[in-house]
């Protein structure tokens, strides 16, 4: 089935401990995003990609990177990570053209930093 | 800056319409969108206004007036599964999503 896989579903870490959210898509998507989810908060993005081998800033960048090193993978990488991380991160994409604000999201990926 | 503000939570009855208000200030207009969200879930798209006026899917309507700021989501006949939550997003001059914090939808019988 088409879509987009987000790998791990929960992980719970402790801080100052390094982790990788995964997420793969296989719809040839130009574009991919990485969102997180807090209770109260409208989704707030992290980072994103217009396609491989570029990558962008979103509303909340600092303590998290990405790469893009082909159309498919986006993984989203806290160095260190605190606290104030936890949340439930969305991994997205969308195609070209006219809706691109049609956005396809993995089924997420929820983080507990102790 | 930029806003999205739509109710925290609504209350409605099986079978009946309700109506789910956003209003935006953003820098610039590039669509609306509305996404619906059950919980634990993962956000699934709805419905895309570019141009003022109503769209119709089936049971679901987005309404919008861009001079206004200002959109709906109209739900009708509701079933118990459109107990959700339903978020608002506009697309701005950047051609980035800023997004609402979302309605909680529920649904009594």
């Known amino acids: 089935i088409a879509g987009i896989t987000q790998a791990p579903t929960s992980q719970i870490l402790a801080a100052g401990r390094r982790m990788t959210l995964r997420c793969t898509q296989d719809?040839?998507?130009?574009?991919m995003y990485w969102y997180r989810q807090d209770l109260g908060l409208g989704l707030r993005l992290i980072h994103y990609s217009n396609t491989a081998g570029t990558t962008g800033k979103g509303e909340v960048p600092d303590g998290y990177s990405v790469s893009r090193a082909n159309t498919d993978d986006f993984p989203l990488t806290l160095a260190s990570a605190v606290p104030s991380q936890t949340s439930v991160y969305f991994c997205a994409s969308s195609g070209t053209g006219e809706n691109t604000g049609e956005l396809f999201f993995g089924e997420g990926s929820r983080l507990t930093v102790l | 800056g930029q806003n999205i503000d739509q109710p925290t939570e609504m209350t409605a009855t099986e079978g009946a319409i309700v109506q789910i208000n956003c209003t935006y200030q953003t820098s610039g207009f590039n669509g609306l969108f509305w996404y619906q969200q059950h919980a634990g879930e993962a956000p699934t798209f709805l419905s895309y206004n570019v141009l003022d006026g109503l769209e119709e899917k089936g049971r679901f309507s987005s309404f919008l007036s861009r001079s206004k700021g200002y959109s709906y989501l109209l739900l009708k006949e509701l079933q118990m599964k459109d107990s959700a939550s339903y978020l608002c997003a506009v697309m701005d001059s950047n051609y980035q999503l800023i997004w609402g914090a979302g309605t909680k939808l529920i649904i009594k019988p």
């Open positions: 719809m040839r998507h130009n574009a």
